[in-house]
């Protein structure tokens, strides 16, 4: 079992900068491949970030140049750098960890990106 936590939701402006912070205590966390989803009111839920359990990174087209995945292995975190932030990036975004079969999803924390 790997229990999720994540942070650093809020309001902020269009133009401005988040970082979410998901904390995998107590994991073999340097196994886990880690993502961020979102998701936006009456939508599904999307992949916008994932980074492999060797640092591969891929991203959503919408979010390429803007959003940067990154993981503290030690601290057993999985961070995401949110920058030129657009109303469309509201939603609430989710921390995903998978490890062989098994997925584990995080609470969410909301993002609202205001015009």
């Known amino acids: 079992q790997v229990q999720l936590a994540e942070s650093g939701g809020g309001l902020v402006q269009a133009g401005g900068s988040l970082r979410l912070s998901c904390a995998a205590p107590?994991?073999?966390?340097?196994?886990?491949?880690m993502s961020w989803y979102r998701q936006a009111p009456g939508k599904e839920r999307d992949r916008v970030a994932r980074?492999?359990?060797?640092?591969?990174?891929t991203y959503a087209d919408s979010v390429k140049g803007r959003f940067t995945i990154s993981r503290d292995n030690a601290k057993k975190t999985v961070f995401l750098q949110m920058n030129s932030l657009k109303p469309e990036d509201t939603g609430v975004y989710y921390c995903q960890a998978i490890r062989s079969v098994a997925t584990y999803w995080g609470q969410g924390t909301q993002v609202t990106v205001s015009s």
């Open positions: 980074i492999t359990s060797i640092g591969t990174t």
């Open positions: 107590g994991s073999s966390f340097s196994t886990l491949t």
